[in-house]
C-alpha cells in the first residue's frame, strides 16, 4: 500500500470541461474539501472518494457524485484509488461543465482518467502504520519532551494535565516512536 503525505494538484480537459483534481492525505478532507468549495464558487460539482484504515485496522472507503449522474464519478474515482493501493488518502475532482454533455460513459472515463493523472503526478510513499503511545511527563520535563516529539516529527493528538504534571498522547510509526526517552505507560493504541 502507498500513500501521499502533501497534496498535489492535476487538470484533465475534455471537450471544454475541466476536471481538477486535487490528491492529499485523508486528515485534510474536510478542509481541502471547504477551501476547494471556496476557490471554485462557480464549478457544477465536488467529487470525491477516500480509503483509510480505522482503528480496528479495517480499510473504509466512500465516495460521492456530488449530482453527476449515479455511479458515474464517485464511483469509478474510488476504483482507481484502490486500484493503486492507496490509503489514508483523499481524491477531490472539481469539474467545470464546459457545455457539451460527456454521457455516463463519457464521465466514467474523464473522472478516471483525471484521478489516474493527478496519482501518476504525485509523490508516493509506502504507507507505514501510525500507532499512538500516551506518557506521563512531570511538570519539569514538559519542555523538554515536547522538544524531543518535535524534533522526532511525531504528533502529539491530545495533552491532559493533572497535580504533578501531564499525560500527553503521541502519534507515529512504531520505530519513530520508540526513539523517544521518555517511558510509555498502558494503554497504548494503535
Known amino acids: 500500500m502507498v500513500t501521499v503525505k502533501r497534496e498535489f494538484a492535476d487538470i484533465y480537459e475534455v471537450k471544454r470541461s475541466k476536471f481538477i483534481s486535487h490528491i ?17 464558487p462557480k464549478a457544477r460539482h465536488f467529487v470525491y472518494a477516500f480509503r483509510y484504515k ?11 457524485d456530488d449530482g453527476e ?8 474515482t474510488l476504483n482507481v484509488v484502490a486500484g493503486a493501493e492507496l490509503i489514508d488518502t483523499v481524491l477531490i475532482t472539481v469539474r467545470y461543465f464546459g457545455g457539451i454533455k460527456l454521457g455516463t460513459g463519457g464521465l466514467v472515463k474523464a473522472y478516471s482518467n483525471s484521478a489516474n493523472l493527478v496519482i501518476n503526478s504525485s509523490e508516493l510513499e509506502d504507507y507505514r502504520e501510525m500507532v499512538e503511545r500516551n506518557y506521563n511527563i512531570d ?9 524531543q516529539v518535535q524534533k522526532l516529527q511525531l504528533a502529539i493528538t491530545s495533552k491532559e494535565f493533572h497535580n504533578s504534571g501531564g499525560t500527553f498522547t503521541v502519534r507515529g510509526e512504531e520505530e519513530t516512536l520508540s526513539a523517544v526517552k521518555y517511558p510509555a505507560v498502558n494503554g497504548e493504541t494503535s
Open 69 to 76: 449522474p449515479k455511479g458515474t464519478s464517485g464511483k469509478p
Open 139 to 147: 511538570y519539569s520535563d514538559i519542555s523538554r519532551f515536547e522538544y
Open 24 to 40: 492529499a492525505p485523508y486528515s485534510q478532507f474536510d478542509s481541502l474539501l471547504s477551501r476547494l468549495k471556496d476557490e471554485h
Open 54 to 64: 480505522n482503528e480496528f485496522g479495517q480499510i473504509v472507503e466512500g465516495s460521492s
